[in-house]
């Protein structure tokens, strides 16, 4: 087994953890890091166990392009950045985007990062629907 230090992920909180891994790289386990200057060893049940996702048979591997039919197929990341690009060229159209265009942010990221985003948003695509997914 070996040990990966990282940081948990489940919220903005930024925890010390060691990630447990066996050598077909199967997360066995999460450990705290007991010296983290956050976490100072204590970690809340989702980063004690919020692993199980990672290996998870419902978890998309690649971007997904919904059809004209409305069924998806399996895209490249390059083809999906340039459909999101194109999606937004054509939203962009005037002074104030709010009904074309909406952002969402999340609850793992740091208010720092959240705040990046709102910005994002407002500065660069000009638009006021900005939501918060912060229901863990």
């Known amino acids: 087994m ?15 953890i060691y990630v447990n891994v066996a050598d077909d790289d199967t997360i066995l386990g999460i450990t ?14 989702k980063g004690w166990h919020g692993y199980a996702f990672v290996r998870d048979s419902r978890r998309l591997t690649s971007p997904l392009i919904r059809q004209e039919d409305g069924t ?3 895209a490249s ?3 999906a950045l340039e459909r999101v690009a194109e999606g ?6 005037g002074e104030d985007n709010t009904d074309r265009i909406g952002v969402i942010s999340s609850a793992r990221c740091t208010n ?11 500065a660069g695509l000009k638009t006021s629907s900005v939501d918060h997914c912060a229901r863990l």
């Open 2 to 16: 070996k040990r990966v230090e990282t940081t948990c992920g489940y919220c903005g909180c930024g925890c010390g």
């Open 32 to 45: 705290p890091s007991y010296n983290h200057i956050v976490s100072k060893g204590k970690l809340c049940s």
């Open 72 to 74: 998806f197929r399996k």
């Open 77 to 79: 990341w390059d083809e």
């Open 88 to 93: 937004l060229r054509g939203a962009m159209m």
């Open 112 to 122: 720092e990062e959240n705040y990046l985003m709102a910005k994002l948003a407002r």
